[in-house]
């Protein structure tokens, strides 16, 4: 929750810095979808004093940003973002985060970020332990081309699998996404 605050709190402060922000742009918002594949990264488990890594295998993400707020420095919206399960070099079963998340944007440049995030597995990576998402956060590169999007990004992803009796594991997915995709911009 004081991730969430945090977050508000830069928001806020970065709008009221901007006293002109529907003065440079036309009143529109955007929506952007797209499709990728989530490529290279590493996967870090962490219990007690002892990390295991490993490499998972190429997993495809779909995801949508609506973009409201347009000022002369910065867009600012959100999204959500859904992965496909994907499995591992050396660990058993598949899994993937998905997540409602916070965007800010230059013309080219974006960061998204979520306080918490929805991880998720199949039956045999949970062998019964329960999922928890935390932070989530992806920067990036947009190309824009008329409507046609392409984006080039490294994501970050946190949470923890809890086994229960206070016996929990954290998690750490890092990944690089290239991603197509379409902006539909709409007057307001």
Known sequence: MKHLFVLISLSSVLISQNQDLSQV?????????RGGADIGGDITFRYLLTDLDDDPE??????????IIKSKYFDLGAGYEMQLKR???????KMGFNSFHFLIETETLFARFSPKNNFHGDNIFTSGAKLEGDWTLCTGIRFRINDSIMELSSSTYWGNIDFGDGDEMSVEYRTYNVSFGYAFDFPL
């Open 25 to 33: 742009k036309p009143k529109t918002m955007t929506l952007n979808i």
């Open 87 to 93: 499995g591992f070099d050396e660990i058993e079963g």
């Open 58 to 67: 190429m997993g495809y993400t779909i995801g949508a940003d609506l973009v």
